[in-house]
C-alpha cells in the first residue's frame, strides 16, 4: 500500500515517550524506536540493528546514545555506529541505522518518513491546542483494527453523529438535513454545519445559560493531508456570538500502522469550566468511549467487508453527507500520486486503488 | 472457490431467525442477514450497506424494514432505499442491496444465491421431517472447520461407523465388509448398505422387541445437489418387514461458510417413542456428540493435511467403500462446471480443483 | 522454502516417543508419525493415510503396526497396507505410506527426509554425549517460533553471551576483543575463542581450585550440515591444561518445523560433578532459561523485523564476530543449491534465498 510519504504524521503522544524509555511502534509498516536524549529532545530511528537485524528497543540508553542488547553496537543520535566491542573495534561503514525527523508540538510527537528533506513548514498550526492551562485540554492514543481512511471518512462526515453516538454528544438528528458547506484548497478541505437543536449538545449544554433550551451550534473540520482533522465545535443562544458561547477546538489524527491497522491521536481543548482537573479526565473518557465503543464497531465492520478492497472500486453509493469525505479521499490520492511520479516514475498511481 | 450457485442451500434454522432479531452468517463467503417480517416471512439480503459498506446487521428493524446503524439509511425487503435522511432525502438509483430468495420448509430456512431466477422446485421434498409430533423430530446445527465436501464425504461413506464411532450407533465391524448398492441419476447418488448385528444398533435396540438378540439394519442415504444427504436407518427383527420396524428419516446438510469452514445442519425423525421429549433432546445430543467429537477431529485432521489442496490432485488411493462418496464428488465438479461454462465459458471448470 | 533434504535431522528426543505412543511432528513441513515397535525400534512415516489423508496418530497400534482411525486400513512398518476390511478386502497396489528412516543416537531420534538412499555415515560422531551416567548429562526440546538459521546464528557467534546472557554463564565482555579462529572445511565450520576471566563461569567455577579467581576458558563450536553444532566449553586454572580442568560438551540442534517455527534440540554432558541428579537437573533448567529468555526475545525480534526476507539480501553490515556463522549460511546454501541441481536442475538455487 502506499501512503504520502513526505509529510508529518503523529509517531506518539508526547506523554508516551517517557524520560528513560525505548519507546517503539510501526509506523506505516516500519518499526520505529524513539527516545529522549538527556536534554529531553526526542529522536526516532528504524527499531532494526544494522548488524543482524535485532529490534533496537531490546536494548539500552547509555546517555543519548542506545546499545543493541544483541551485540553490543552502541549507536548516537544521528544513527551513526560510535561503538564496535567486537575485534579490534573497526567500526564498518555501513554501520549506521536510518533516523526519522521528529518535532514535538501540541503535545504529539510527529515523525516525517519520506526520503526528502524533512520540512517542518509542513506541519499544519494547531497552536490552539497549547492555549490555555493543562486542565483544559486532552490528549489521548487509540489502537485501531481499521485502515486509517476509513476513520478519517468518519470524522469527515459528521451526520454519523446523528445516529451513531449516545447521548453525551448527541445532535438528535439535526445534522443529516443540512448539506454542509465544503471549500477545497490545494491542501486542505473543509466542511461547516449550522443547526439549532433542543436540548444543546450534552457536553457543552451545562455550560451554556439555559441547558435545557435550544442552542445553535456548529461543526467545521478541516482535513489536512496525512491524516490531520482539525475539528472546532460550538454552542450559543439568543444573540451570543458563537466567539463568546462554549466550544471545544479538536484535533483528531491517524497514523497507518499497516494497511489495515491505525494509530489514532486525538486532542482537544475546551473554553470553559478549564480549571477543573476531574471534568476533564471525564470528558476526555467520554469522547474515547464514543470513539472505541460506538464508532469502532461500525468501522471495523466496515473494514471486515472491504478487507484491502479500494473504496471507489466497490461502486459505493454516494450522496450529499459525502462530499468532504471523498474530496479528502481524492485529494489524498492525487497527492500521493504525484508523490510516487516524483520518486520516479516507475510506480504508477493506479498500484495503490489496487486490491493488495 | 467455485461453488454451485444456483440451487438451495440452507441458510439457518427456522429457530435461529427470531421474531426481532437481525441475524447474519457468511454463506458462500458473502455476508447475509436475515430477518423477519412482521408476518413472520423470513428475509435475506446482503450483510453491506451500498453506501459505506457497513454490516446491516449493527442496525435496527424498523416494521419490515432495516435501518444501517451508520448514516441511517433505510432498506425494504425488496432492498429499495425507502429513506435517506441526509440533505434533501434524495434517494439515489443505485441505494440498493442484493436481496436473496429464500423457502422455508421443514425446519430450515433455505436460500438462493446464484444469479438465475429462484427455482423452488430444485429443492428436494424432505417432507417426512414435517410428518409428526414435534417430540419426534430434532434440528440441530454445527459450525466446522473444515470444507464441506470433508463432510459430505463423511456421510456418503458410512463404514467410517465401524471404526469411528461409539457404543450408541457403533454397527460393530458389519459394515466395512459390505459393498453398498450405488445408483446414480443425473441429480443424484444413492447408496444402501444391509447388515446384521448383535446387539442391535443401541439408539434403536431398545425399541426392538429383543434389544440384545440380532437384528436386520439398513441404512439409505441420498445425496442431491449442493450438499443435502437424506439418509434413514432401520431396524427389525424376525420375520418383521424394514418397514414396520424401528427407524429414523435423517438430513444432513451442508453449507459453505468460506473453503475452509462449513455450516453443518441436521435433522432427524424417529418412528418410535415419538412423545417423550426427554428421549428427544437427549438422542438429538447424543448425535451432535458423535458428529462434533468423534468425526469431527478426523474431519479437521484431513482439513489440515489437505489445505486447500484439491482432493483428486492428491491421488487418494480409493476402494469399494468410496464408490458413493466419490461419485457425489464427480457429479458435483460435473454441475459446477456446466454452471460456470453457462456463465460464460471464462472459467474454465479446471480453475475450481486447483489448490487456492 | 528449500531444505537441505538428503541429511540427518533430529525428529525427536528419545524420551518423547514412548513405547505405547503415536508420536506426531511436523518436520521440514511435513506431518510425520512415530513410533515404536514391540522391541523398541522406532519407526516413521508419513502422518497421512493415502485412502482420505486422516492423520495416522489419531489411530492406534496393533503390534508394530497402525491401524487408521477414519476406515480402519492398517499399515505395517514399512508403509504397506496389510488389511483393508472393506468389501473384499483387497489391497490396493497404492495403499502405501512413506517411511522415513531413522537412526536412534545420541539420545535423539534422527530421520532422513531425502529421496535418496539413507546413509547412516552422514550423522557425525557425537558419541561422548553418551560417555558417562545418566547423571551426568541432560537432554532438552524446544519449540522457536524462529528460522532455523536465526538459532544457528545465535549459536556460531559466542560474542553475544558477553551482551545477552545473565550471571550463569556470563563471559563478561571477555569474547567479544578476540577474533576467533575460523576454520572451515567441506562439510564443517569450526570457531574457538579463547580467554581469561574472573570469576570464572559460573555454571563451571564452583568446580574449579579458585572459584572466585581468575580461569582461563574456551569455546569451541564445529557447525556441521545440516544444522548441527558441537559446542565444547572447559576452564582450567593454574598450570592445569584444558584436557584436566572442568568442562562440558554439548549439542544445539535445530530442525525446521516451517519456514518460521524450528524445533530446538539440546544435549549436555559434563565432565565434572557427574552423579549429582539435582544438579544434573538445575543445570538442565538454566541452560533452557537462558535460550528460551535470554536468546528467544531477540530471536524472535529478528524473526519479526526479516519475516521470510533473505538475510543476505538486507545487507547486514558483517564484523569479526560474524565469520563463522556466515560462513555456515554460505556453506549450507552451497550444499542446498548442490541437491537442487542433482535433483534436476530446475530448481535455481536462487529461488531458495528469494523472500516467500
Not at 536494548?59 to 548516537?76: M, P, R, S
Not at 493543562?134 to 459528521?158: F, K
Not at 442552542?215 to 467545521?220: G, K, L, S
Request: negative net charge; proline residues 6%; contains cysteine.
Amino acid at each position: 500500500m502506499a501512503y504520502l510519504k513526505n509529510t508529518w504524521y503523529v509517531a506518539a503522544l508526547s506523554t508516551e515517550v517517557g524520560a528513560d524509555e525505548l519507546f517503539h511502534r510501526k509506523i506505516l509498516g516500519t518499526s520505529v524506536l524513539m527516545y529522549r536524549k538527556q536534554d529531553g529532545t526526542a529522536v526516532a530511528m528504524r527499531d532494526r540493528c544494522p548488524h543482524r537485524f535485532a529490534p533496537l528497543h531490546l536494548g539500552k540508553k547509555i546517555g543519548d546514545e542506545i546499545v543493541c542488547h544483541y551485540h553490543a553496537l552502541q549507536f548516537d543520535c544521528s544513527g551513526q555506529c560510535t561503538h564496535n566491542p567486537h575485534g579490534e573495534g573497526n567500526i564498518p561503514k555501513a554501520a549506521k541505522v536510518q533516523t526519522f525527523p521528529l518535532q514535538e508540538r501540541y503535545g504529539f510527537i510527529w515523525i516525517w518518513m519520506g526520503d526528502k528533506a524533512a520540512d517542518p513548514g509542513l506541519l499544519p498550526d494547531y497552536s490552539p491546542l497549547d492555549d490555555g492551562p493543562p486542565t483544559g485540554v486532552g490528549h489521548t492514543y487509540m489502537h485501531m483494527r481499521a485502515n486509517y481512511e476509513l476513520i478519517i471518512d468518519n470524522v469527515m462526515d459528521l451526520s454519523h453523529i446523528d445516529h451513531v453516538h449516545g447521548e453525551i454528544i448527541s445532535t438528535r438528528g439535526q445534522l443529516s438535513p443540512i448539506v454542509p458547506q465544503v471549500r477545497e484548497t490545494e491542501n486542505s478541505v473543509f466542511a461547516r454545519w449550522e443547526w439549532k437543536q433542543t436540548p444543546p449538545i450534552l457536553v457543552l449544554a451545562g455550560f451554556l445559560p439555559h441547558p435545557e433550551k435550544e442552542a445553535r451550534h456548529f461543526f467545521d473540520v478541516t482535513w489536512m493531508p496525512p491524516a490531520n482533522i482539525q475539528l472546532s465545535v460550538g454552542g450559543a443562544q439568543g444573540d451570543t456570538p458563537f466567539e463568546q458561547g462554549v466550544g471545544a477546538y479538536d484535533l483528531h489524527t491517524t497514523t497507518p500502522e499497516t494497511e489495515t491497522s491505525t494509530h489514532y491521536f486525538f486532542a482537544t481543548r475546551r473554553n470553559h469550566n478549564i480549571h477543573d482537573a476531574d471534568f476533564n479526565a471525564m470528558k476526555l473518557q467520554a469522547m474515547r468511549d464514543a470513539f472505541e465503543k460506538e464508532d469502532g464497531p461500525i468501522i471495523y465492520g466496515v473494514q471486515e467487508e472491504m478487507e484491502t478492497t479500494d473504496f471507489f472500486s466497490l461502486n459505493p453509493v454516494l450522496m450529499s453527507n459525502d462530499v468532504a469525505a471523498v474530496r479528502a479521499r481524492r485529494l489524498l490520492a492525487r497527492l500521493i500520486a504525484k508523490e510516487e511520479e516524483g520518486a520516479g516514475g516507475s510506480a504508477a498511481p493506479a498500484a495503490r486503488t489496487a486490491a493488495a
